[in-house]
C-alpha cells in the first residue's frame, strides 16, 4: 500500500528554519517525481517544489525559490523540504504528494505536517 | 502565467442531482495536464481526474472530466452524500510549472 506520511513541522519565528520530511512506503520514492504543495489557513492550494526521478531536476515557486530546496534520500526512501528565511506568509499545512507519471497530477498525498511562522 | 478561474464559487445542489464545475484557463492547457482534486475538511486532496478525462483508481464512474484548450469541466452525474465537499483544478505547464485554481465548495442545498 502506497503511504506517504509527512513530519517536521512546528512553531517557528519569523526568518527561523525548518526542515520537513516526507516519508515513503509501498513504492520507491526515487522512480517517481514528488512534489510539495502547501495549504495557508482557510485558503487553496499552492505548489511550492518538485523534485523528478531519473537526474533529479528541481524546481521551485517563486514565492519559495531561493529559500527553500527540495530533495530525497534514496536509502531512506525519504523526501525533504529545507525551508529558510520563513516568513508569516509561508504558514501553512504543507503536504508531499506523489505525481502520476507523466500526468502532471498527484495521485498519492501525505496527511500534511502544519507550519506556523509566528513570533 | 496561466491563471485558473473556476466557477460558480460555490454551487448549492442537493443529493441525486447532477454537479457541473468549471475551470478557465488564461492560457492554452495541455489535456494531458489537466487534473481534477476533491478536498473535505481536514483532508488532504484526493485525485479524481488526470489527463483532463482519466479517473483515478478507485474513482466512482459518476465523475467525469471534459474539454480542451482553455475551458474544462467536471461533472458529478448525481450527489452523493459523500461528493459534499471543495473541488480544486490543476494544470502542469511552463510558468508556474503547476498551478491549481481557487476552488468551487459543493454544498447541499
Known amino acids: 500500500e502506497v503511504q506517504l506520511l509527512e513530519s517536521g513541522g512546528g512553531l517557528v519565528q519569523p526568518g527561523g528554519s525548518l526542515r520537513l520530511s516526507c516519508a515513503a512506503s509501498?513504492?520507491?520514492?526515487?522512480?517517481?517525481?514528488m512534489s510539495w504543495v502547501r495549504q495557508a489557513p482557510g485558503r487553496g492550494l499552492e505548489w511550492v517544489s518538485i523534485?523528478?526521478?531519473?537526474?533529479?531536476?528541481?524546481f521551485y515557486a517563486d514565492s519559495v525559490k531561493g529559500r527553500f530546496t527540495i530533495s530525497r534520500d534514496n536509502s531512506m526512501n525519504t523526501l525533504y523540504l529545507q525551508m529558510h528565511s520563513l516568513r508569516a506568509e509561508d504558514t501553512a499545512v504543507y503536504y508531499c504528494?506523489?505525481?502520476?507519471?507523466?500526468?502532471?497530477?498527484?495521485?498519492?498525498w501525505g496527511q500534511g505536517t502544519q507550519v506556523i511562522v509566528s513570533s | 502565467e496561466i491563471v485558473l478561474t473556476q466557477s460558480p464559487g460555490t454551487l448549492s445542489l442537493s443529493p441525486g442531482e447532477r454537479a457541473t464545475l468549471s475551470c478557465r484557463a488564461s492560457e492554452s492547457v495541455s489535456s494531458n495536464y489537466l487534473g481534477w482534486y476533491q478536498q473535505k475538511p481536514g483532508q488532504a486532496p484526493r485525485l479524481l481526474i488526470y489527463g483532463t478525462s482519466s479517473r483515478a483508481t478507485g474513482i466512482p464512474d459518476r465523475f467525469s472530466g471534459s474539454g480542451s484548450g482553455t475551458d474544462f469541466t467536471l461533472t458529478i452525474s448525481r450527489l452523493e452524500p459523500e461528493d459534499f465537499a471543495v473541488y480544486y483544478c490543476q494544470q502542469y505547464g511552463s510558468s508556474p510549472r503547476f498551478s491549481f485554481g481557487p476552488g468551487t465548495k459543493v454544498e447541499i442545498k
Open positions: 504528494a506523489r505525481e502520476v507519471p507523466g500526468s502532471g497530477n498527484y495521485d498519492y
Open positions: 509501498g513504492f520507491t520514492c526515487s522512480s517517481y517525481a
Open positions: 523534485i523528478y526521478s531519473g537526474g533529479g531536476s528541481t
